[in-house]
Every structure is written in C-alpha cells, then in structure tokens.
C-alpha cells in the first residue's frame, strides 16, 4: 500500500527553523518527484518547493518564490524519505504542509498522484 507520511511539524518562534520528514511506504521515493505544498486557513494549497527524481530525472530542485533562500528540500534514497529544511521561518509560513509525489518516472511540472496526511507548522511568538 502507497503511504506518505509526515512528520517535525510544530510551533515555532520567527525566525527559528523546524525540519519536515516525508516517509515513504509502498514504493521507492527515488524514481518519482515529490513536492512539498502548504495551505493556511481561507488560502489555496500551494507548492513551496519540488525535487525531481533521482532514478529517472536530474533531481533537480525549485522552489516558491516565498520561500526561495530559505528552505530546502532533499531526499534521502537509502530512507526512502524527502525533507523540507524551514530556515527563518516567519508567521506567514504557518500552515498545514503536505508532501505529495508525482506519477513514476515524471517530472515537478506534472500532477500530483499521491497525497500526505499532512503536518501543521505553526511561527508564532
């Protein structure tokens, strides 16, 4: 069974940092793309940073302009998991974050298949 599953989120002080987990189960993270979205109340989900696959893709990485110089994201193949590092975080980063992956073998620029549970971050003094 597919399973993506999220993990670190928190509260926060402005201008702290928090690391998010994405685990994989079901299937192996490196031949697909995987995105990091957020939404916050009353605002539209949004994807703050994407990494291509390694297997089959230039694992190249993008990110929202929001976030650029902030965050980071990468992947860890022999733990089948990706990461979100959230560096000078700020209140309006708060929202729920989801980790998404694409169709096998396909790009960032694609649809989301599979969908996380998940995790609230919360910058709040």
């Known amino acids: 069974q597919v399973q993506l599953v999220e993990s670190g989120g928190g509260l926060v002080q402005p201008g702290g940092s928090l690391r998010l987990s994405c685990a994989a189960s079901?299937?192996?993270?490196?031949?697909?793309?995987i995105g990091w979205f957020r939404q916050a109340p009353v605002k539209e989900r949004e994807e703050v940073s994407c990494i291509d696959s390694s297997g089959v893709g230039s694992g190249s990485t993008d990110y929202a302009n929001s976030v650029k110089g902030r965050f980071t994201i990468s992947r860890d193949n022999a733990k089948n998991t990706v990461y979100l590092q959230m560096n000078f975080l700020k209140p309006e980063d708060t929202a729920v974050y989801y980790c998404?992956?694409?169709?096998?073998?396909?790009?960032?620029?694609?649809?989301?298949?599979?969908w996380g549970q998940g995790t609230q971050v919360t910058v709040s003094s």
């Open positions: 079901g299937f192996t993270l490196d031949y697909y793309a």
């Open positions: 998404a992956s694409r169709r096998r073998g396909t790009s960032c620029l694609t649809s989301v298949q599979y």
